[in-house]
């Protein structure tokens, strides 16, 4: 018996072996490898989109398809409430103070030579592509200033994107030129070809279905809406008609003890600035319902694809915005939370459905998050930011996630005064008729955010002659009406003047700790913005 127990053994052996190996090649050809491939990513970024004020009611495709379908982040902020400065943080994973991009302009380091030469090469994208092997597509708005002559044309293809299809300069619906990669293609006002966020859809679905399926893919669409000029699709035209901006308890009201700039604004509003921030509060509206059709196409071709469920998909906005708060007509720039607050949701590969999250996330996060899914190791980076990847799969809670950010911004403005409102002096700028200015040279400032189980506060310095402080007790005054920086104790400032002084002085892994106050140390505002300072002593003699 045992002879032919083992004469049995060989062929049967082989059979096993022949077995395995066929079923090996079917399952590393499909289910096998679908679980053991690296995920893709998707990043929709949408362009001056707030959460403060309902910017995300007209999304109702997109809260389900992506929110009810993941995460949501109640707490998600920008290092600077400006499209160039955020979108540089977006990239780098850094502060504006570690990317050198302060404003909307060339000089202001928005698209320059000197961010190609510096920061270009090393955004997460090229990282992605160079050492993680993913296929990169970008369509849409990138920096302000991209495709600037001065800044080597749409010629230029920043390094890192497999496929480049980039707007020149600012957000327009029609009439704009787009380098694919690296050549012009004029588009005109023709709805059916040439309405941007539609055509950014139809070339996002193009990648999707030409793409190789040998390698993961990043993909990131950045929409031009809601920015100005705010045209919408013919079809969308109609919709809201009786929307009007909300008039939440902060909307034309006095900013009287805020700083000079929001004081300056005139309360109550004219009613031809109510009726122009109510119009183009409706308009924003009407050109997100193409973003939620874009959001939608992308998501079922994934579905159709097969990929869906091997792909994140991030949905956020570059800053927020305000129409009427503290009787601002609109724009952003400004520290509260309406303009440096975002949307922020995501779905994906352990991300349990229905989630909502308090914990606090900044943009400098989105870059080391995509990275750490991609398998890359933050650490090796230069990055200010941290992975949320773990709090999206509920492996961290508060009390080893950090608590608190930094937001900052440098005002623009020049030492001229402007011909139509001499008696505000030199330095305004974005100007409405009626003489509210929306933004100065000394509209320069550094926040602290916290948000933690027992605080969730702000406290902002300004680079100004005043040293202007401004805290607020969120939790007890979510609309900022009340700046309570003359009323708390000389302990708390010197505490949170410490960390930001911290925070502004931190690069990389120093970003991303609580940080220790040091007991010893002895408030002093005037030691803030060391770097500004020359500019600010400068403009100050050209104005006397």
């Known amino acids: 018996m045992k002879m032919g127990s083992n004469r049995c053994f060989r062929p049967t052996l082989l059979s096993c072996l022949l077995i395995c190996v066929t079923l090996w090649s079917n399952l590393s050809a499909g289910v096998f490898a679908k679980s053991y491939r690296r995920p893709n990513i998707v990043l929709i970024l949408t362009d001056d989109l707030d959460i403060a004020i309902g910017g995300l009611s007209p999304l109702n495709k997109t809260k389900k398809l992506i929110?009810?379908?993941?995460?949501?982040?109640?707490?998600?902020?920008?290092?600077?409430?400006?499209?160039?400065?955020?979108?540089?943080?977006?990239?780098?994973?850094?502060?504006?103070?570690?990317?050198?991009?302060?404003?909307?302009?060339?000089?202001?380091?928005?698209?320059?030579?000197?961010?190609?030469?510096?920061?270009?090469?090393?955004?997460?994208?090229?990282?992605?592509?160079?050492?993680?092997?993913?296929?990169?597509?970008?369509?849409?708005?990138?920096?302000?200033?991209?495709?600037?002559?001065?800044?080597?044309?749409?010629?230029?293809?920043?390094?890192?994107?497999?496929?480049?299809?980039?707007?020149?300069?600012?957000?327009?619906?029609?009439?704009?030129?787009?380098?694919?990669?690296?050549?012009?293609?004029?588009?005109?006002?023709?709805?059916?070809?040439?309405?941007?966020?539609?055509?950014?859809?139809?070339?996002?679905?193009?990648?999707?279905?030409?793409?190789?399926?040998?390698?993961?893919?990043?993909?990131?669409?950045?929409?031009?809406?809601?920015?100005?000029?705010?045209?919408?699709?013919?079809?969308?035209?109609?919709?809201?008609?009786?929307?009007?901006?909300?008039?939440?308890?902060?909307?034309?009201?006095?900013?009287?003890?805020?700083?000079?700039l929001i004081r300056q604004a005139k309360t109550p509003m004219s009613n031809s600035s109510v009726q122009f921030l109510d119009d183009a509060f409706r308009k924003r509206w009407q050109t997100l319902l193409s973003v939620d059709d874009l959001v939608e196409k992308i998501v079922k071709r994934l579905e159709v694809r097969g990929e869906l469920d091997n792909t994140y998909i991030f949905f956020t906005s570059d800053n927020g915005y305000h129409t009427g708060q503290f009787s601002l007509p609109l724009d952003k720039r400004q520290l509260y939370e309406f303009d440096i607050r975002v949307p922020l949701m995501v779905r994906g590969p352990n991300i349990k459905p229905n989630q909502t999250s308090q914990m606090l996330v900044a943009n400098v996060d989105l870059g080391p998050t995509i990275l750490d899914i991609a398998g890359y190791d933050v650490n090796k980076t230069q990055m200010d930011g941290m992975s949320f990847l773990p709090v999206m799969e509920g492996r961290m809670n508060s009390s080893s996630w950090r608590t608190d950010i930094l937001v900052e911004y440098e005002g623009e403005g020049s030492n001229v005064t402007d011909p139509a409102c001499p008696l505000l002096g030199p330095g305004v700028s974005e100007c409405f008729p009626d003489c509210v200015c929306e933004d100065s040279y000394n509209n320069t400032y550094a926040c602290v955010r916290t948000v933690a189980p027992s605080a969730n506060l702000q406290y902002c310095e300004f680079d100004d002659n005043q040293v202007f402080v401004e805290v607020y007790n969120v939790t007890a005054d979510p609309y900022q009406l009340t700046n309570i920086a003359g009323s708390i104790g000389q302990d708390f400032l010197e505490k949170m003047n410490h960390r930001l002084m911290m925070l502004q002085s931190c690069s990389g892994q120093s970003c991303r700790t609580p940080g220790v106050y040091d007991p010893r140390y002895k408030f002093d505002p005037r030691q803030m913005f060391t770097g500004h300072s020359w500019r600010l002593s400068r403009l100050r003699q050209t104005m006397k």
Request: proline share 7%; net charge positive; aromatic share 14%.
């Open 67 to 260: 929110g009810d379908a993941g995460i949501t982040f109640t707490n998600a902020f920008v290092a600077s409430p400006l499209c160039c400065p955020s979108r540089a943080s977006i990239l780098t994973g850094k502060y504006p103070h570690n990317h050198h991009v302060i404003n909307n302009t060339l000089e202001g380091n928005c698209s320059s030579k000197a961010w190609q030469k510096s920061e270009e090469a090393n955004t997460f994208p090229a990282l992605l592509k160079a050492s993680a092997g993913y296929q990169t597509f970008f369509a849409g708005k990138y920096l302000n200033q991209y495709g600037h002559s001065e800044a080597g044309g749409v010629e230029h293809v920043p390094p890192g994107w497999s496929y480049w299809i980039g707007l020149e300069k600012n957000s327009k619906y029609y009439n704009y030129t787009l380098s694919v990669n690296g050549k012009a293609q004029k588009h005109g006002a023709d709805y059916s070809k040439d309405y941007l966020t539609d055509v950014l859809a139809n070339m996002s679905l193009d990648f999707l279905q030409y793409k190789s399926s040998f390698s993961p893919f990043f993909m990131m669409v950045s929409t031009p809406a809601p920015h100005s000029p705010w045209t919408a699709a013919p079809q969308y035209q109609d919709s809201f008609n009786s929307t009007k901006a909300p008039r939440d308890p902060n909307f034309n009201v006095h900013g009287k003890d805020k700083h000079w």
